[in-house]
């Protein structure tokens, strides 16, 4: 059972445009989600996260937001650049009292045209 | 500061055979996790050992085991291979492993199974 979904495998966006990846969640014990995002060849890195406390957290160009009613996150990236295109993996844990490992969702690979 | 290092990074092998991943953390970084990547899966997480021990396990099946030394270094061992678990396997290190921290990633170690 995929606690951690995201439905959309790819997303093609121009350059300069808004890209929004979606994230649905079924626990609702996680209380905190985290973004990472994936080159080829390369490990996943950290790119933002977000506390079940606040339902937007914003760095530079990049946004999460949080909709707990809903149980879903979106990632926005505002504008998107062609180096932005990666998988972006979306991933959420039990922060207090868990295990702090994350349950990722199976990615979604974004690609940004010049 | 160097970041998390595997090796060897590609690795071929056929089935029934064992193999051995290794991992080494960031300096100072005491828990080590292990992921598997697949492409219909995304990340599944293996386990992870934090000061030697195994603190918590995923699901999967008993020929997946690994142990951490005391300088913090990780290995990772599959035996008795199986085509299935062609994939790229992950390392991730944390400091403490608490709630805050965040997960620094390996570049990964692809296993082909023949």
């Known amino acids: 059972d995929q606690q951690v979904k995201q439905n959309s495998p790819s997303l093609s966006v121009q350059e300069g445009r808004i890209s929004i990846l979606n994230c649905d969640y079924t626990?609702?014990?996680?209380?905190?989600f985290l973004w990472y995002k994936k080159y080829p060849a390369e490990g996943p890195t950290f790119l933002i996260s977000?506390?079940?406390?606040?339902d937007k957290n914003e760095d530079g160009r990049f946004t999460v937001f949080l909709n707990k009613s809903a149980k879903h996150l979106s990632l926005h990236i505002v504008p998107s650049q062609p180096g932005d295109s990666a998988v972006y993996f979306c991933?959420?844990?039990?922060?207090?009292?868990?295990?702090?490992?994350?349950?990722f969702g199976r990615g979604t690979s974004l690609i940004v045209h010049p | 500061k160097a970041g998390v290092t595997q090796t060897p990074r590609y690795l071929i092998k056929t089935r029934g055979q064992q193999v051995t991943l290794s991992c080494s953390p960031i300096s100072g970084h005491r828990s080590v996790s292990w992921y598997q990547q697949t492409p219909g899966q995304g990340l599944q997480f293996l386990f992870e050992?934090?000061?030697?021990?195994?603190?918590n396990k995923g699901n999967f099946p008993g020929r997946f085991s690994g142990r951490q030394f005391s300088n913090s270094r990780s290995e990772m061992n599959v035996s008795t291979l199986e085509l299935g678990d062609s994939a790229l396997y992950l390392c991730?290190?944390?400091?403490?492993?608490?709630?805050?921290?965040?997960?620094?990633f390996g570049p990964g170690t692809r296993l082909t199974v023949l």
């Open positions: 626990n609702s014990m996680f209380d905190y």
């Open positions: 050992y934090f000061s030697e021990t195994q603190r």
């Open positions: 991933a959420a844990r039990i922060a207090s009292g868990g295990s702090y490992i994350p349950t």
């Open positions: 977000i506390s079940s406390i606040k």
């Open positions: 991730a290190s944390r400091k403490q492993g608490t709630s805050t921290d965040t997960q620094y």
